[in-house]
């Protein structure tokens, strides 16, 4: 891929396209939760610009254009706390190395402005798409949590992922 693949933090001017993934279910596939409240974007916005102490978004970009996100959250605790990570992408840039490029960017991102040794990932067993990315990037395949998401009516198995500071190639 000739493209130049980035992650930036969230701008204004990205609000409108991060609504896109609130209201547009055929955006997120299997990852649609239900509708959420648009409100709720600004307001995270405007009270840490979605760069939070714990957690966080990164808009990435595509030859400088909003392409989707990858976002972090708190997991564990106490002092094994680790960080979870995620991705969402526009339909017209999945299965091009976007993603796996994006990841890959916010795990390195991750591991050299925080403290954390541990990075999890999780996806549902049919996207094997996001496990191939995974694999290239380094994490390991560590199991399957049965019925850990409810999506469409119906709990669904998740398959895990992690990536340790020391297993970056």
């Known amino acids: 891929?000739?493209?130049?693949?980035?992650?930036?933090?969230?701008?204004?001017?990205?609000?409108?396209?991060?609504?896109?993934?609130?209201?547009?279910?055929?955006l997120v596939a299997t990852n649609w939760y239900g509708y959420r409240d648009l409100g709720s974007l600004e307001r995270r916005y405007n009270a840490d610009g979605y760069l939070g102490?714990?957690?966080?978004?990164?808009?990435?970009?595509v030859d400088d254009q909003p392409a989707g996100f990858v976002d972090w959250s708190p997991a564990g605790h106490g002092a094994g706390k680790y960080?979870?990570?995620g991705i969402a992408l526009v339909p017209e840039q999945?299965?091009?190395?976007?993603?796996?490029?994006a990841q890959r960017l916010l795990c390195r991102y991750l591991f050299a402005?925080?403290?954390?040794?541990?990075i999890e990932a999780a996806t549902l067993p049919d996207n094997i798409a996001e496990q191939r990315a995974l694999d290239r990037i380094g994490f390991t395949r560590e199991g399957l949590l049965r019925s850990a998401e409810?999506?469409?009516?119906?709990?669904r198995d998740v398959v895990v992922y992690g990536l340790l500071r020391?297993?970056?190639r």
């Open 166 to 168: 020391d297993d970056q």
């Open 83 to 85: 960080r979870s990570i």
């Open 94 to 101: 999945r299965g091009r190395g976007v993603g796996t490029h």
């Open 53 to 61: 102490a714990e957690d966080g978004r990164l808009i990435v970009t």
């Open 113 to 118: 402005h925080t403290a954390i040794q541990r």
């Open 1 to 26: 891929m000739d493209a130049d693949i980035a992650l930036r933090p969230v701008q204004t001017t990205d609000l409108a396209f991060l609504c896109r993934f609130y209201r547009e279910p055929e």
């Open 150 to 155: 409810f999506i469409e009516g119906e709990y």
